[in-house]
């Protein structure tokens, strides 16, 4: 005798798609732009020494004395550059988290469209590299000033084809805010002018005065 057979046989059903598991303790991550806008501000400021060229004066009598020698801010600046180097590249190597990977990547660089969500290492990895980012913003900004300074007092003669390149850094992170540019090509601007700044650095402590 057969069987009855079963109502709407499972033959021509689509076997089910595994689904993948979310990560333990999930949590939306901060915006990544809060971390990426200061890290270029930092860039910001060591290109700023561009503004030397046009707006430097003579030392006047009363002017403060500088707190720290010229060479001592150049290597500190210099430090400065490598370690947002190394940030812009940490960037790069976390691109769902930093760099605008998955359905925001080609949004334009702005607040609220590039958050994600991410486990306990994600969370941990996100507030090393601002607190990173945050010291480096101090860091970058007071050396560029002592370095403006030495400039000023006549402890760095630097040409001024020196000065116009620190500027072409200037433009190029001005491009990034002025056109709204993606998370990624912010990112990966920001990371090859790390390492121009760094070059720009290296060669004005060539033209320190002894």
Request: glycine share 8%.
């Amino acid at each position: 005798m057969a069987l009855p057979s079963r109502k709407g046989s499972d033959k021509n059903k689509e076997p089910l798609k595994p689904v993948e598991p979310r990560e333990p303790d999930s949590r939306i991550a901060p915006d990544p732009f809060t971390a990426v806008l200061p890290a270029l501000a930092a860039l910001g400021a060591i290109a700023s020494i561009a503004a030397i060229n046009w707006t430097a004066e003579e030392r006047t009598p009363d002017r403060s004395k500088a707190k720290r020698k010229a060479g001592t801010a150049i290597r500190e600046l210099e430090t400065c550059c490598l370690g947002l180097s190394e940030i812009f590249r940490r960037f790069q190597r976390h691109p769902k988290l930093f760099a605008g990977e998955g359905a925001g990547g080609t949004s334009p660089l702005k607040f609220g469209v590039h958050g994600t969500r991410v486990g306990p290492d994600g969370s941990r990895l996100f507030h090393q590299i601002m607190n990173d980012v945050a010291s480096m913003l101090v860091l970058a900004s007071q050396n560029a000033f002592d370095v403006m300074c030495a400039v000023e007092d006549g402890e760095i003669d630097a040409p001024e084809t020196l000065y116009f390149a620190f500027g072409e850094c200037q433009e190029r992170l001005n491009k990034l805010i002025q056109n709204r540019a993606t998370l990624k090509l912010a990112v990966d601007d920001g990371a090859e002018i790390a390492e121009r700044l760094t070059q720009l650095v290296r060669e004005l402590k060539k033209h320190r005065s002894e």
